[in-house]
Each structure stands twice: as C-alpha cells, then as structure tokens.
C-alpha cells in the first residue's frame, strides 16, 4: 500500500469516464444496473450530482451519481482518521539495552524512562544480544527483573519477556495514579 499523504486518489468525472456503459450507484447507495454512459451522464445531471467513477478496474466499470466535492471531503476526512489511529500506535517509546550494560548507563535509561511515564508513553524494552552474548540468556532476564524493580512505581508489566531471536523484548503500561 502506497503512503497516503504522496498517494491522492482522483476519481475520472462525468465527461473523463470512457465506457461505453457502467454500472451505477444512487446517491443513497443503492444499485441501479448497467445503464449506458450518456443515460447516467443524464441521470446525474437532472439531480444535479456529478457521475463519478469508482471501481475503474470493474467490467463494466462502477461509477456513482454523488456530489465530487463531498465525495473528496469525505475520503480526506476518512485519511486524517487513519492518521490520528497511527499517531495512538506510536505512543510507545523504546529503550535498548545490552544485558551487560553498566551501571550509569542504565541508571540513564530509567532516568529517560521515568521521563515518558510522566508523559503517560508505553514503555518497550528491548535487551539485545550481541555475538556470543546469546549464550547467556538469564543475564537479559535478570536484567528484566532489575528494570521491573526499579520502575515499579511509575511502570507495569503488559506483557510478560519474551526472547525473539537474539532480543528479549517486554512492554510496559504507566500506573494509574488514585491520587490525582
């Protein structure tokens, strides 16, 4: 699927469509049939709509009697929605780690992580093994059982660690605070 903010659809309009016939939809949504092209070229105009086309792969090809203008608004409408539902999706920050990471190192990511949990993020943290590392497993999961101490507070486990190929990845949910 092509990125929706370079990708635009134009729909071909009343003189741009070229088959002979189409099958076509009422402003209400229902089907009418296979009509020929001037017919329903007619049918929009007396409803003072436009026919637009649809479904140009179609045989025959699908064309709608609807206004353009409000057929535009809507599907950029329905583009700013999927936006918005991707921009929830990155509301989970990540931080690396090595399982032998040293100790101000780490004290510097649970600074940064103490960060995101006052700006309400997830948490994803990823422990990546390097080279031989992998052949000492309990270290990353030690590493886990640290991290889950230290952020107890301001953190929850949402799912528990999990080794994918050469990483352990676990996912953190904020505390809900009672106080407030």
């Known amino acids: 699927m092509q990125n929706s903010r370079y990708y635009q659809t134009n729909y071909r309009t009343n003189w741009q469509i070229r088959s002979p016939s189409v099958r076509v939809i009422d402003e209400e949504g229902k089907q009418i049939g296979v009509i020929d092209i001037n017919t329903a070229r007619n049918m929009a105009r007396e409803k003072g709509l436009d026919l637009v086309e649809i479904a140009p792969k179609a045989r025959p090809p699908v064309a709608k009697i609807a206004d353009y203008a409000k057929l535009k608004y809507q599907e950029a409408k329905k583009k700013k929605e999927e936006r918005k539902k991707q921009k929830i999706q990155d509301d989970i920050k990540e931080i690396q780690l090595s399982p032998f990471i040293g100790d101000a190192d780490l004290n510097t990511r649970i600074e940064r992580a103490q960060e995101f949990a006052k700006k309400g993020f997830k948490l994803r943290i990823v422990i990546k093994f390097k ?5 000492k497993k309990e270290f990353g999961f030690e590493m ?28 953190f949910k904020p505390v809900k605070n009672d106080k407030k």
């Open 131 to 135: 080279g031989r590392q992998i052949t």
């Open 144 to 171: 886990i059982d640290r991290l889950k101490e230290e952020l107890l507070e301001i953190y929850e486990p949402e799912t528990e660690a999990k080794l994918i190929g050469k990483r352990i990845i676990i996912i």
